[in-house]
Structures are given as structure tokens and as C-alpha cells.
């Protein structure tokens, strides 16, 4: 069978929107369609328009075993991350101002924590162990007195990695700590029980589940109840906590979304953890080729791979029939490389040669295959011009060297 | 990011890709970079008896933009006295290939690699011998 390329394996970025989803939002849009102001009271137009915003609302609680009257619509995590943490910090500040959070966490949260230390907080940014996971022990040692919010993700971004967010939310509980989650890359492919999780708040976004961008959702805990204040006033909509008229067609797309992946996530997680085995036993052949975080507690679409002796951008430019994401931000000014692997004890040299290959619903077995091959001979003829691979072919030990850092 | 047809041209078929002999007495070898910037670049020129380099090689660790300027520096230098290869200056390697500001280092550090590597022959032949003290 034939491959057509490019082949997108960047899933964890972003995802198309599922044919059914596309279908289901353009009912809402146009003159033929339910396009009434959801908050519109006094017709029709409105009714229709608001029933589709419950039932979309409905759809998202039901995948994370919540009630649907703890979902608050949000143009997306980032959103729901800033209203979470912040409406969380400043309500509660008389409490205390502490605030803890892991050094791998997607940067919607590490910022707002920067924004929060600017206005006074402070936060403890944990270190993960070198597999991304964090140390339960290490975790409860850093809650406080003063301690008000931890904030922990469900799923790394780069790395895949589940940490264990009932154990957490059971330590939180236990010292009255409100526990917020950032649930962006697990929703839909981990399973999620918030009836029976200690989580009280948790952040959702639409696009990473063959949803439309630009919305997302935020679980809000009733019992017992979390408080949070506003970050974004106005018309009073979702109950005050974030006002702003209801953009029916994309909260109708993410319900869609959210009922396929409630029916077909099971099947479909272990379809995609195949492929991604796939793709780790071809990879794994390859000399010099680390898996970063840990193989077992990972999300089925990920596989995040460094190439030693291989610089990521220029292996993303030998790529270009593979859509795929480097950890090494090379093209800003700072050569940073990847803040994720670093965090995981990773060397500079294999947090410049990180790729992250992501995969999901339309992703086939062929292309996988094809996609392997490519790898190989990309880093070959790489690594065939690396003067690093050509010292450690000839025994040079790398760390010995003296570099001219520049 | 979008690369100039320079660089694509240059990172597909790299010129001059391989290695001397170190230790050959008319061989001058730049190493300059570190792994830990995402950068490192080896420039070899193999020099005549009358001071003109006659061959260069080069290997690098790096980016799209890190590899074409080694590419590129390698044509350049060829047939060129020390004293020439010398007067390189990155902002002409960063022009030809219309690198970005971000990619302004990737040419730097090729200027770095050539007086590198004309400072590592020189140091191995005598100084004297060369006309290209000034370099």
C-alpha cells in the first residue's frame, strides 16, 4: 500500500477535527442552522441554541465522570489553566500564598505561576525523577502551611508520561490543598474518573481530541465545592466564572468530540499503543537511540526519541515527509534546548537531539513503517557529517573534551 | 521556519563532507562549538607548499543553517591563499545564504572554524613559512 506524505505523527500539537465533529458544528452556524445566542431567553433561536451547549456539556462530563454542572467553557486550556490557578490563588490568598507545581508542566501553567510570583506568590517548582514522573514523597514534603493550590498535568506534552494524579489528589485532600490538573493531552486517550479522583480542578481543550481550537472546558469540583475568582468579567455567563457569549458551534464541536472518544477510546488506545510499539522497535535499532520518559506509565500516542550525535533541527529538516516536533527550540535566539528534558537529568546534547513522534486516530501501521525507514537513513546521512559521532566511533570520550562554548 | 533555496541546496548535497588525517604535517584542522550549544563544527584544509589550500573538509553537528555555512565555507576557501581564506567574514557567508538573525551564529561560527583551522596548520608548519601572519 502506498503512503501518501507528508505524514502528520505531531498528534500531541494538535489534531484534525473528526469528519462526524465538522459535520455536527456546521449545524450551528448558519441562517439554516442553530446559530441563537445560547443566553438568549426570550426565543426560540436561544432555547435551541443553549439545549446544544447542555447536551455538548453533558458529553464532555460524561467522558471524565463528571457532573455536568461543574464544566465551565473556556477558549481552551491555556484559558482554563490561568482561570484554574489564578481564580484558585486569588481567592484563597488569605490562606496563605504558596503555590507548587512541577519544572515539566506545559508552559500555559509554569507562566501563569511566574505571573502569580509577580504578584507576590510563591511557588516551588519540583523537580521530576529522570523517567518525567514525580516522587509522591518529594511532593508532599514540599506542601506547606500556607500551601493553597498544587497543580500537577495528567499527561506530558513532550514526553507522554502519566503521573499518578489519584495518589496526588489523596495527598492534597488530606492537607487541604486545592489539587488542579492539567488534563490537555490525557482527555480521551487515559481514562478519567473525577467521581471518584481527589481533583478539583482540571483543564480540557477541545483540539487535542479531533475537536476544533480555541475551545476548551475547565472542571470545577461541587463537592466539595471549589471557589474561584473570575479572571474574565462581564455578561456573568458559566455561572459567573467566565463570562462571554457562548461560541455555540466550537462548544458543540468539542461535544461531539468528546462522546466519539468516550465510545471509541478503548479500542482505540490500544490500535494507537501498537503503532507506537511499532515505531519504538524500528527506532530501537538504531545505534545510540534513547527513549526519554518512561516507557510503561506513558500515554499509547507518544514516543519521544533522542538521536545521539544528531543535531533535532537539522533531523526535523531531513524529515520534512514526517510532521514531527523537536524538544530542541532551536530556532529561538537562546538555543535552549528542550526545559522538559533538561528537567529529566537529560544531557544537553540528547536535549538537542530530541524528536517527539505523536500519533492517533488516523495514523496506519504503513506509515509507521515508512516513517522508519526515513529515521534511519536520515540519521545515517547525518551522523555520516557529524564530527561528535565521528569521535565516538573513533573512542573519544565527549565529556572530556574541552569545548569552546560560544 | 523557512530556509533559503541556499541553504536547502547546500544541506541536501553537502559539499566536501568527510575527513584528513590530523596528523598530516599540511593538514589544518578547526573544531570550534560545543555540543551543549547544539553546535560543533570541524573545518579541515589541506595547504600546499606555496601556502594555497587545495582541498577542505568539513563535519558538523547543527542545524540546517550550521551545516550550509560549512558547506559553503568549504567551496569558498578552496584555491584561496591563508591570507584570503582569512578575510572571511560571517556576514558573507550569512548574506549568500540570507541566513535569519536567529541563524546569524551558524556563519559565526564558521568564520571561528576557518581562522581555527588556519591557526592549527600554522602552529604545525612554523609560522614562518606562510605569508598570512596578519590572518
Redesign the interface.
Known sequence: MSVQVPIYLDYSATTPVDDRVAQTMCRYLSREGVFGNPASRSHVFGWQAEEAVEQARANVAALVGADPKEIIWTSGATESDNLAIKGAAHFYQKKGRHLVTVKTEHKAVLDTMRQLEREGFEVTYLEPESNGLLDLGKFEAALREDTIVASVMHVNNEIGVVQDIGAIGEICRSRGVVFHVDAAQSAGKEPIDLSNLKVDLMSFSGHKVYGPKGIGALYVQRKPRVRLEAQMHGGGHERGLRSGTLATHQIVGMGEAFRIAREEMAEESVRVRGLRERLWAGLSQIDEVYLNGDLERRVAGNLNVSFN???G??LI?ALRDIAVSSG?A????S?E?SYVLRALGR???LA?SSIRFSMGRYTTAEEIDYAVELIKEKVAKLR???????MYQDGVD?ESVQ???? | MAYSDKVLDHYENPRNVGSFDKSDGHVGTGMVGAPACGDVMKLQIKVNEQGVIEDARFKTYGCGSAIASSSLLTEWVKGKTLDEAGQIKNTDIAEELALPPVKIHCSVLAEDAIKAAIADYQSKSGSGDVAAESA
Open positions: 550525535f544528531v543535531e533541527e537539522s529538516m530542541s532551536c530556532t529561538s535566539a538555543l534546548p544531557n544537553d546534547e538537542h555520516e557529517m557529524s564530527p561528535l559521532w565521528e565527549l569545548w569552546a562554548a560560544h
